[in-house]
C-alpha cells in the first residue's frame, strides 16, 4: 500500500502543467468535500463557502491508507483550514497537508482555480 502513497506529490501553482476541468461550482457541494478522479489518482475537493475557498488534497488517508478524506469534516484548527479523516479524525491541514493531531503524516495538496464555473485542479502530468 505504501507504493500507492507515491502516487500523491504536492503540487504548487507554479509548477503546475496541466490544469484539469473536473466540473463546474454546483457540481460540488458547499463546506463539504467530493472525490473525482485523475488518472491513476482519486483526488478530493473541498468547497469551503464559509472561507470562499476551494481546496484539493490526496483521497487516501495516509494513517490507514484508506480513500475516504473527501467523506470527511471540513473546519478550522487554530485558523487553519482542515479535513478531519472520517475514520480515525486524523486533522490535516487542506493548505500544506500537514498532520495538524500531532502525527508524523502528511497529504498532498493541489491548487483550484475557478474560471467561468469550472473548477480546474493543477497537476504536474
Known amino acids: 500500500?505504501?507504493?500507492?502513497?507515491?502516487?500523491?506529490?504536492?503540487?504548487?501553482?507554479?509548477?503546475?502543467?496541466?490544469?484539469?476541468?473536473?466540473?463546474?461550482?454546483?457540481?460540488?457541494?458547499?463546506?463539504?468535500?467530493?472525490c473525482i478522479k485523475y488518472k491513476t489518482k482519486q483526488i478530493a475537493v473541498f468547497n469551503f463557502t464559509r472561507t470562499n475557498k476551494w481546496y484539493a488534497t490526496q483521497n487516501l488517508c495516509p494513517h490507514k491508507m484508506e480513500m475516504v478524506l473527501s467523506l470527511g469534516m471540513i473546519g478550522d484548527k487554530l485558523g487553519i483550514p482542515k479535513v478531519a479523516?472520517?475514520?480515525h479524525k486524523?486533522?490535516?491541514?487542506?493548505?500544506?497537508?500537514t498532520c495538524l493531531s500531532g502525527d508524523d503524516f502528511k497529504i498532498a495538496t493541489y491548487p483550484v482555480k475557478i474560471e467561468n464555473g469550472n473548477v480546474y485542479i493543477g497537476f504536474t502530468d
Open 1 to 34: 500500500m505504501q507504493d500507492i502513497l507515491k502516487n500523491y506529490e504536492t503540487v504548487s501553482e507554479a509548477t503546475v502543467k496541466t490544469w484539469f476541468r473536473v466540473g463546474v461550482v454546483s457540481d460540488f457541494p458547499q463546506n463539504s468535500g467530493a
Open 90 to 97: 486524523k486533522n490535516f491541514s487542506l493548505e500544506d497537508g
Open 85 to 87: 479523516c472520517p475514520m
